[in-house]
C-alpha cells in the first residue's frame, strides 16, 4: 500500500487543478470520505490541505454531517479560516458549533472585518458572546459595532478596512503614500475614497485614473463628479439596484453624520443579488432556504406554509359543497372541475411570477402600475377565450353535452380573467402596503383562482344543466 | 406661464438630484410625458436632456410604447447612446426598430465593443446587416466577429477593449506606459493582463498591486498565481458562477489557441447572475421574460405553456373518472379530493425548487443527490403523516363517517411521500440527462401528484367506503 499513497495524492493535486475553478470532482470528495472511515489510510486525508478555498468550502458542504465533524476536528487537516466564510448560513452556524469558542475566535482573527462579522452574526447570542470575549481589542470593537447594524444592511455588509486620501493631495503624493503604506493596506481595493479633514466623503476616483495620470496632477481634479455614498442602515437590496444601476465597483458607506466608516465592494452584491433573486424563488414557492437543514427543522418549517394551504383548501371544499346536489345528479362536473382550477391557478401564477421580480427590480411601480394590471387582465382575457372554445369543444364530445361545454367554456373565461387580474393586482396591492409580495401573493392567488374556478363552473351548472 | 418654466426645471433637477440614484419618481416621469403630449409645453422635454443616463433608461421603460417613440423621435431630445444598452432586451430591440439603420449604428459607435453587441445581437437579420454596413471598419470586425460566438457565451459577453503589458516589463515602465497612453485606454480596468509576445495570457494583476509597489519592482513577481482564463465558448452561466466562487474583478477571455481576445469585467457578471435567477424563477412558473412584451406576443407565449398545463389537467380528470360511479354514490370524495391534489402539488413543489437551485449553483450533485433524495421523500413522508391525521380528523367529522377521515389519511401519507420523492428526483434526472430542469420541473411534478392524489384517495375510497 505505501507505494500508493504518493501516486494517489499526485493524481488528485494534478486533478483538482485540471477540473479548474467550477467544481471538485465527486470522485475526489468520495477519496476523501473513504480516507476519513479508514484509520489505517488516514493520510489520505491530508490531501485535504492541498485543497484552494472554494474547493474546500465545497467538500465541507457535499459531505455528510458525521463527515464534517470529523474532518473539522481531525488534527491533521488544516482548513483555511476563509473556506468557513465560503459556507451556506445554515451550514456556518451548524459547523461552528461543534468547535470552541477560542479555535472560532482564532479562525475570525484571520478574516477581514465584513467576513468576520457574517461569521458571527447568525451564532447563538451565549456562544457569540463567549467568542467576542475572546477576539483581540480591535476586532472585538468592530464585530460590536457591526452588530449595532440591522440584519441585511449596508453596514452588516461593508468592510472597514478601506484606503481614504485628502482631496490636496497631488498623483504623486498619493502614489509614495500607497507605497509606503503597503503592508497596512487592505489586501484588495478598487477605488481610493477622498475625504475632508472632519471624515466627509467628496468624492471617489477608480485606481485607472490614478494610474493614467501625471504626477503632479491634483486629486481633486480627477474626482468622479457623481458620487454614490451607502447610508450604513441602507438594506442590501437597495444597495444591490444602486450597484447594479450605476455600474459601482466599491462604494463608501457613512453614518448618520455623513462620516465615512467603510466600504463595500462588487463582491458582496455578487452574493446580496444571488441571495435576493433565490429568496424570491424559495418564497413563491412557500419554502425557506433549507438546503443544509436538518431533516426536522425542514419538515417544520414547511409544515406551516403547506398548513396555510390546508386551510384554503377546506375553503375551496366549503365552496365545491354548496353544490353536492348538483355534482349528484351530474358526476361530470366532478370530473371536469380540477381543469378548471388548475388553469386559472396557472394563468395567475403566470401574471404573479412576473410581476413579483418586476416590482423587485423597481422595473413595476405606481407610473405603470394601471398599464400592467390592464395588460394582464386582457392577456387573461384572451387566453381565457382559447382555452374556453378548446376546453368547451372537449366537454361537448366527451359527455355528449353541449350545454356543459357551454358552461365550462363560461367559467374558463371568468377565471383566466380574473386570474390575469388578481396574479398581478395582488403582489401590487402587497407591495403598496408595504408587504412582501413574493411571500403571500400565492397562497392568495390560488385561494382566489380556486373559489371562482369551482363557483363559477358549478354555478354556471347549477343554472343551466339541471 | 413662462415665469413658472425656469422653477419647474430647476424643481425637476434638483429633485432628481435628490432622489439619488435609486428611482426616478413616478411624478417626475409624469411631468415629462405630459409635456410630450402638450404641444406648447414642449420646452419642458428638455428636462429629458439633464438626467443621468440610468434615469433615462428608466424613462424610456416606464412610459408607454407611443411616448417612447413620440420621445426619441424628438429632434429636441438628446438621448445618451448609453442608455439604450440598459433596456430589456425585448425593449431593446422595439425602441431600435424605430429608428433608421444609420441612426443605430451612430448609437453603436459611441459604444464600448460588448454594450454594442449587446445592442445590436437580437435585431432580425436583415436589420442588423442594415447596420453593419454602416458601422466603421474597426467596429465592423468586432461586431462581425462576436456575432460567430454562441449566445449567452463568454465571447459574447467581453469586450475587446483591454490593458495588456509583457511580463518583462517594470511597475514603472508599466505606469509610464498607462500615462503616455491614457487617452487610448479602455475608459474603465480594474486589472492588468500580463501576457508573452504571442499573446498568450500569464496572468493578471489587480491595480492595487501596481500601485503599491516600488518602480523598479518586476512585473512578472507581481503576477497572481491562480490564473482564470475564460475559453470564449463557455456559457455565461459558468462564467458567473467561476468570478462568485473565485472572487474575480475581472478575467481574460481567450480563443482556441489560448490567446487573448478581451476580457469580461464584474459588472457584466451582475446582470448575468440576475438574468440566470430570473430566467429559474420565470422558467417555473411556466412564463418567459415579457414584461415588456406586447399584448398579444405575451398571450401566445403564454398559452403554450397553459396548453401543456390543459393536457396533464385532462389526464388527470380522466383519473377521477374511472371512480365516477363511486363519486355517485359518495359525493363528499368530490368535495375533498382537490384537497388531496393541491396539498401533493404543494409539498412537491418545494422540495422541487429548492432542487432546482441547487443544482443551478451546483450544491447539488451525484455525491450528495442520494442522501437529499432520501431527506426530501422523509420530509414529504412525516408532514404527510402530520396532514393525514389533521385531515382526517376534520373529514371524519365535517361528514360524520370516520372511515372516510381514514381514507383522506391514508391518500395525504401516499401522495406527500411521492410529492418529496418526486419533487428532487425529477430535476436531478431531467440535469442527469442534460435537461434543463428549471423548464418542465413543475408541470411533470403536478402531473404525477394529481394522478397520484386522485387515484390513492378515490382508490382507497372505492376500496374501503363502497
Given at each position: 500500500?505505501?507505494?500508493?499513497?504518493?501516486?494517489?495524492?499526485?493524481?488528485?493535486?494534478?486533478?483538482?487543478?485540471?477540473?479548474?475553478?467550477?467544481?471538485?470532482?465527486?470522485?475526489?470528495?468520495?477519496?476523501?470520505?473513504?480516507?476519513?472511515?479508514?484509520?489505517?489510510?488516514?493520510?489520505?486525508?491530508?490531501?485535504?490541505?492541498?485543497?484552494?478555498?472554494?474547493?474546500?468550502?465545497?467538500?465541507?458542504?457535499?459531505?455528510?454531517?458525521?463527515?464534517?465533524?470529523?474532518?473539522?476536528?481531525?488534527?491533521?487537516?488544516?482548513?483555511?479560516?476563509?473556506?468557513?466564510?465560503?459556507?451556506?448560513?445554515?451550514?456556518?452556524?451548524?459547523?461552528?458549533?461543534?468547535?470552541?469558542?477560542?479555535?472560532?475566535?482564532?479562525?475570525?482573527?484571520?478574516?477581514?472585518?465584513?467576513?468576520?462579522?457574517?461569521?458571527?452574526?447568525?451564532?447563538?447570542?451565549?456562544?457569540?458572546?463567549?467568542?467576542?470575549?475572546?477576539?483581540?481589542?480591535?476586532?472585538?470593537?468592530?464585530?460590536?459595532?457591526?452588530?449595532?447594524?440591522?440584519?441585511?444592511?449596508?453596514?452588516?455588509?461593508?468592510?472597514?478596512?478601506?484606503?481614504?486620501?485628502?482631496?490636496?493631495?497631488?498623483?504623486?503624493?498619493?502614489?509614495?503614500?500607497?507605497?509606503?503604506?503597503?503592508?497596512?493596506?487592505?489586501?484588495?481595493?478598487?477605488?481610493?475614497?477622498?475625504?475632508?479633514?472632519?471624515?466627509?466623503?467628496?468624492?471617489?476616483?477608480?485606481?485607472?485614473?490614478?494610474?493614467?495620470?501625471?504626477?503632479?496632477?491634483?486629486?481633486?481634479?480627477?474626482?468622479?463628479?457623481?458620487?454614490?455614498?451607502?447610508?450604513?442602515?441602507?438594506?442590501?437590496?437597495?444597495?444591490?439596484?444602486?450597484?447594479?444601476?450605476?455600474?459601482?465597483?466599491?462604494?463608501?458607506?457613512?453614518?448618520?453624520?455623513?462620516?465615512?466608516?467603510?466600504?463595500?465592494?462588487?463582491?458582496?452584491?455578487?452574493?446580496?443579488?444571488?441571495?435576493?433573486?433565490?429568496?424570491?424563488?424559495?418564497?413563491?414557492?412557500?419554502?425557506?432556504?433549507?438546503?443544509?437543514?436538518?431533516?426536522?427543522?425542514?419538515?417544520?418549517?414547511?409544515?406551516?406554509?403547506?398548513?396555510?394551504?390546508?386551510?384554503?383548501?377546506?375553503?375551496a371544499s366549503?365552496v365545491i359543497s354548496f353544490f353536492d346536489a348538483t355534482i349528484e345528479q351530474v358526476v361530470a362536473l366532478a370530473i371536469l372541475m380540477p381543469i378548471v382550477a388548475s388553469m386559472g391557478g396557472n394563468a395567475g401564477?403566470?401574471?404573479?411570477?412576473?410581476?413579483?421580480?418586476?416590482?423587485?427590480?423597481?422595473?413595476?411601480?405606481?407610473?405603470?402600475?394601471?398599464?400592467?394590471?390592464?395588460?394582464?387582465?386582457?392577456?387573461g382575457f384572451l387566453n381565457g377565450v382559447g382555452f374556453a372554445v378548446i376546453m368547451g369543444v372537449i366537454a361537448a364530445l366527451w359527455f355528449q353535452n353541449e350545454t356543459l361545454g357551454a358552461v365550462i367554456a363560461g367559467a374558463m373565461v371568468i377565471n383566466l380573467f380574473v386570474a390575469g387580474?388578481?396574479?398581478?393586482?395582488?403582489?401590487?396591492?402587497?407591495?403598496?402596503?408595504?408587504?412582501?409580495?413574493?411571500?403571500?401573493?400565492?397562497?392568495?392567488?390560488t385561494?382566489i383562482t380556486d373559489i371562482v374556478g369551482f363557483f363559477a363552473f358549478l354555478g354556471l351548472a347549477s343554472i343551466f344543466l339541471i
Amino acid at each position: 500500500m505505501s507505494e500508493s499513497v504518493p501516486s494517489i495524492s499526485e493524481e488528485f493535486i494534478e486533478e483538482a487543478a485540471a477540473t479548474g475553478p467550477v467544481c471538485l470532482s465527486d470522485e475526489s470528495i468520495k477519496e476523501i470520505i473513504d480516507a476519513l472511515h479508514d484509520e489505517e489510510e488516514n493520510s489520505h486525508l491530508l490531501l485535504v490541505n492541498s485543497l484552494n478555498i472554494p474547493d474546500t468550502a465545497e467538500l465541507l458542504s457535499k459531505i455528510p454531517a458525521e463527515d464534517r465533524k470529523a474532518l473539522i476536528k481531525n488534527r491533521r487537516v488544516k482548513i483555511d479560516p476563509q473556506a468557513y466564510s465560503y459556507l451556506d448560513d445554515d451550514l456556518k452556524k451548524s459547523t461552528l458549533c461543534l468547535l470552541s469558542p477560542s479555535r472560532v475566535a482564532g479562525i475570525i482573527s484571520e478574516l477581514d472585518s465584513d467576513d468576520a462579522l457574517d461569521l458571527i452574526e447568525n451564532l447563538d447570542e451565549e456562544f457569540q458572546q463567549e467568542i467576542i470575549r475572546k477576539l483581540s481589542a480591535k476586532m472585538r470593537v468592530a464585530i460590536e459595532e457591526g452588530l449595532t447594524f440591522p440584519e441585511e444592511s449596508a453596514g452588516r455588509l461593508m468592510q472597514r478596512e478601506y484606503v481614504a486620501v485628502p482631496q490636496f493631495w497631488t498623483v504623486g503624493k498619493t502614489i509614495d503614500y500607497l507605497r509606503a503604506a503597503a503592508n497596512d493596506l487592505p489586501s484588495e481595493f478598487y477605488d481610493l475614497i477622498i475625504i475632508d479633514p472632519t471624515y466627509h466623503v467628496i468624492g471617489e476616483i477608480p485606481l485607472n485614473r490614478i494610474l493614467r495620470s501625471k504626477r503632479q496632477q491634483k486629486i481633486e481634479e480627477l474626482t468622479l463628479d457623481d458620487l454614490h455614498t451607502i447610508p450604513a442602515e441602507m438594506d442590501q437590496e437597495e444597495v444591490a439596484l444602486i450597484f447594479r444601476r450605476e455600474g459601482l465597483n466599491s462604494a463608501p458607506v457613512v453614518d448618520a453624520e455623513n462620516r465615512l466608516i467603510g466600504v463595500i465592494t462588487v463582491d458582496d452584491i455578487l452574493d446580496v443579488i444571488d441571495e435576493e433573486a433565490q429568496e424570491d424563488i424559495l418564497k413563491l414557492a412557500g419554502v425557506e432556504s433549507d438546503f443544509y437543514r436538518a431533516i426536522l427543522s425542514t419538515t417544520g418549517s414547511r409544515f406551516r406554509w403547506l398548513f396555510v394551504n390546508l386551510i384554503t383548501a377546506i375553503v375551496a371544499s366549503i365552496v365545491i359543497s354548496f353544490f353536492d346536489a348538483t355534482i349528484e345528479q351530474v358526476v361530470a362536473l366532478a370530473i371536469l372541475m380540477p381543469i378548471v382550477a388548475s388553469m386559472g391557478g396557472n394563468a395567475g401564477t403566470q401574471a404573479l411570477t412576473v410581476a413579483v421580480r418586476a416590482l423587485a427590480t423597481k422595473e413595476l411601480s405606481s407610473t405603470n402600475a394601471v398599464r400592467i394590471i390592464g395588460k394582464e387582465t386582457i392577456v387573461g382575457f384572451l387566453n381565457g377565450v382559447g382555452f374556453a372554445v378548446i376546453m368547451g369543444v372537449i366537454a361537448a364530445l366527451w359527455f355528449q353535452n353541449e350545454t356543459l361545454g357551454a358552461v365550462i367554456a363560461g367559467a374558463m373565461v371568468i377565471n383566466l380573467f380574473v386570474a390575469g387580474l388578481a396574479g398581478v393586482a395582488i403582489p401590487v396591492f402587497l407591495d403598496k402596503i408595504g408587504s412582501d409580495p413574493a411571500l403571500s401573493s400565492t397562497v392568495l392567488l390560488t385561494t382566489i383562482t380556486d373559489i371562482v374556478g369551482f363557483f363559477a363552473f358549478l354555478g354556471l351548472a347549477s343554472i343551466f344543466l339541471i
